[in-house]
Nanobody
Framework: VQLVESGGGLVQPGGSLTLSCPAS????????MRWYRQAPGKDRELVAA????????YYKDSVKGRFTVSRDNAKNTLYLQMNSLKPEDTAVYYC?????????????????WGQGTQVTVSS
């Protein structure tokens, strides 16, 4: 099983990034998918989730209206479009598969994890 995040980097406040997470080794379309993040010294937190068929989405309150989660089941890929980025969005972002809907806030029910990609929002 592989989940490989990409698209992170350094961006100025107000900027945008799109994270991608191609998956392999499991039946992607049968898993709810999520994005988590963890900032230094803080607990991991659930940022966004998308159901198997993309019929339902969930967002953490602080990212609503700025982040958009999507998936392409034909390409086995999860995405996170992040706009109007703020310094407090700085963290390592992880894609994750499995668990109940919308998922445990700290990821305790995740089946598969990616290795993470660093997002830094700074001027």
């Amino acid at each position: 099983v592989q989940l490989v995040e990409s698209g992170g980097g350094l961006v100025q406040p107000g900027g945008s990034l799109t994270l991608s997470c191609p998956a392999s080794g499991f039946t992607f379309s049968t898993y709810h998918m999520r994005w988590y993040r963890q900032a230094p010294g803080k607990d991991r937190e659930l940022v966004a989730a998308i159901s198997r068929s993309a019929s339902s989405v969930y967002y953490k309150d602080s990212v609503k209206g700025r982040f958009t989660v999507s998936r392409d089941n034909a390409k086995n890929t999860l995405y996170l479009q992040m706009n109007s980025l703020k310094p407090e969005d700085t963290a390592v972002y992880y894609c994750a598969a499995g668990g109940l809907w919308p998922g445990d806030a700290r990821g305790g029910d995740v089946t598969y994890w990616g290795q993470g990609t660093q997002v830094t929002v700074s001027s």
